[in-house]
């Protein structure tokens, strides 16, 4: 099983931004996809962005232009750069991990909550 940090979270005023990291530690053979989901109260939990080793990427329509993953393959660590950040993006965010014929692991998650 793989292990996924993330850090970063916080409060935020409308239209500030936040960076985000996921670490992944363990049982690593060869991680494909990392991402981020987030899940807002009341809400179901939804994609946010996606990366994968290659740097291949995909968003959500919502976080389009504002967000930007990132990651250091060495590292096993992935970053979501949030700008332009709104009320509306207020969750909680989970770091996942995709291995071949290993599924997915999930991270704790992280709060963020943007503030008026």
């Known amino acids: 099983q793989v292990q996924l940090v993330e850090s970063g979270g916080g409060l935020v005023q409308a239209g500030g931004a936040l960076r985000l990291s996921c670490a992944a530690s363990g049982n690593i053979f060869s991680i494909n996809t990392m991402g981020w989901y987030r899940q807002a109260p009341g809400k179901q939990r939804e994609l946010v962005a996606t990366?994968?080793?290659?740097?291949?990427?995909n968003y959500a329509d919502s976080v389009k232009g504002r967000f930007t993953i990132s990651r250091d393959n060495a590292k096993n660590t992935a970053y979501l750069q949030m700008n332009s950040l709104k009320l509306e993006d207020t969750a909680v965010y989970y770091c996942?991990?995709?291995?071949?014929?290993?599924?997915?692991?999930w991270g704790q998650g992280t709060q963020v909550t943007v503030s008026s």
């Open positions: 990366i994968t080793s290659g740097g291949s990427t």
């Open positions: 996942i991990a995709d291995q071949p014929f290993r599924g997915r692991d």
